[in-house]
Antibody, heavy 119, light 111 residues
Framework: QIQLVQSGAEVKKPGSSVKVSCKSS????????INWIRQAPGQGLEWMGG????????TSAQKFLDRLTITADPSTNTVYMELGSLISEDTAVYFC????????????WGQGTLVTVSS | IVMTQTPLSLSVTPGEPASISCQSS????????????LDWYLQKPGQSPQLLIY???SRASGVPDRFSGSGSGTNFTLKISRVEADDVGIYYC????????FGPGTKVDLK
């Protein structure tokens, strides 16, 4: 059974960076895209970017291009999402989600990581 | 691609049907393979989203046949034939023909 387990909640100061991990177990880690989606309090879902570990070429939504870094560590089956230059509006739950090999849909989700940006 | 949903809120009597509409600003039909890249997700209270329907009308593993997806081009519908208590939550449509974009969500609760 495929599972995604994310790192714990974080509290960060404005202007700093946060790094959230997503560890995959089961299935093929290298060939499936891991995506990052965030949800601000009481708001909807927003896709941020993703990476296919075997290609190690991340993609990002336009609005995050200059401050989002997504990396993969095949030795530990873990994908990392680092968001820099944090502002209060970055306070959100960050989810990782894995793309299904055949369908391309987001079929497995992590439990979410709350990132709070506050001075 | 901008996604819209109607209604944004829906109260349903258990056992009754429910329907949610989703519209995209561009066609989600890929002419290369004939597939329509529209998915539906349900986020139950306090949980991560879960996949219900993928590629317009295919049910994800374990999803009851009470749920069905339909539509074409830019207009789509999720139908629940008989709503149960476990169906409460926020339903999102999502396009993935060009990157990923979610609709604003439809909150479903019970009367």
């Amino acid at each position: 059974q495929i599972q995604l387990v994310q790192s714990g909640a974080e509290v960060k100061k404005p202007g700093s960076s946060v790094k959230v991990s997503c560890k995959s177990s089961g299935g093929s880690f290298l060939s499936n895209t891991i995506n990052w989606i965030r949800q601000a309090p009481g708001q909807g879902l927003e896709w941020m970017g993703g990476i296919v570990p075997i290609f190690d070429r991340p993609t990002s939504a336009q609005k995050f291009l200059d401050r989002l870094t997504i990396t993969a560590d095949p030795s530990t089956n873990t994908v990392y999402m680092e968001l820099g230059s944090l502002i209060s509006e970055d306070t959100a739950v960050y989810f990782c989600s894995r793309t299904h090999t055949a369908s391309g849909a987001l079929h497995v989700w992590g439990q979410g990581t709350l990132v709070t940006v506050s001075s | 691609i901008v996604m819209t949903q109607t209604p944004l809120s829906l109260s349903v009597t258990p056992g009754e049907p429910a329907s949610i509409s989703c519209q995209s600003s561009e066609s989600l039909l890929d002419s290369a393979d004939g597939k329509t890249y529209l998915d539906w997700y349900l986020q139950k209270p306090g949980q991560s989203p879960q996949l219900l329907i993928y590629t317009l009308s295919s049910r994800a593993s374990g999803v009851p046949d009470r749920f069905s997806g339909s539509g074409s081009g830019t207009n789509f519908t999720l139908k629940i034939s008989r709503v149960e208590a476990d169906d409460v939550g926020i339903y999102y449509c999502m396009q993935r023909i060009e990157s990923f974009t979610f609709g604003p969500g439809t909150k479903v609760d019970l009367k």
